[in-house]
């Protein structure tokens, strides 16, 4: 008697062991969204990304979705610019969408399936004494003053950065000030409404200013990186008018 109820008892103790289980990772995956979407949360990283720029951070909401691919949505982030340049803000943006590979981030190598950015602003910058407020950290000049935005340091350790797959950019903005060579550009930047993830899809930026004094018009389009089945980073293809 014991030897035909023993399988039906056994698989019924599998059953129950799998059904706690199930809902121990749910009350995890449960937990942890509830304290990615909290106040808390969103306090921690205005904390973690200001003490990391040295700038102040602020951010209205964060959202994240979990998943193979995850789902981060944060609304009004604003970086605060140093005390001594012209606009109170370094960067803004209304609204960043960013579809996070999680595998690829485990593995280290951190993959943007999808980045869109309704309205960011940068405002890029260089006092008269040689400083750049894009610069983390420093109140102090660069180490060569030809160094443009975006540039790294010659002694700074190379950094894995995220590849994006997918980039759409709505009204955007950026300014490049610098006084000392009568540098100050303005551009709009922007995506076509095209579906994003076609190969004919453009990045278009427009604008003008005066570089070292003189009159100048920009305008760039800036197309997708074609995919060669290799590792070697690809530099995005750019033309200029």
């Excluded at 698989?11 to 106040?39: E, Q």
């Excluded at 303005?186 to 994003?196: A, F, K, M, R």
Aim: net charge neutral; aromatic share 6%; proline share 7%.
């Amino acid at each position: 008697m014991d030897s035909k109820t023993y399988p039906p008892k056994r698989l019924r103790n599998f059953l129950i062991s799998l059904a706690v289980i199930l809902s121990a990772l749910s009350v995890c995956v449960i937990t942890v969204v509830a304290f990615a979407n909290s106040a808390w949360f969103v306090q921690l990283a205005e904390f973690r990304l200001t003490k990391l720029l040295g700038k102040e951070v602020q951010i209205n909401s964060i959202d994240v979705e979990l998943g193979r691919i995850t789902h981060v949505k944060v609304e009004h982030l604003s970086v605060a610019n140093p005390s001594w340049a012209s606009t109170p803000l370094l960067a803004s943006v209304e609204v960043l969408q960013v579809g996070i590979d999680i595998l690829e981030l485990f593995g280290g190598n951190p993959v943007f399936t999808r980045v869109h950015a309704t309205s960011p602003i940068f405002h890029l910058e260089r006092s008269p004494q040689g400083i750049a407020n894009w610069e983390v950290g420093t109140d102090t000049p660069s180490n060569s003053e030809t160094q443009g935005p975006g540039e790294p340091d010659q002694g700074e350790t190379g950094t894995a950065l995220p590849r994006i797959e997918s980039l759409q950019v709505d009204n955007g903005r950026l300014t490049f000030l610098d006084p000392n060579r009568h540098i100050s550009l303005q551009l709009s930047v922007t995506s076509p409404t095209e579906d994003i993830t076609k190969e004919t899809t453009r990045m278009l930026a427009n604008g003008g200013g005066t570089f070292f004094g003189q009159p100048l018009t920009i305008g760039l389009v800036a197309g997708p990186v074609r995919k060669s089945g290799t590792k070697k980073r690809e530099r995005l293809p750019i033309e200029g008018g």
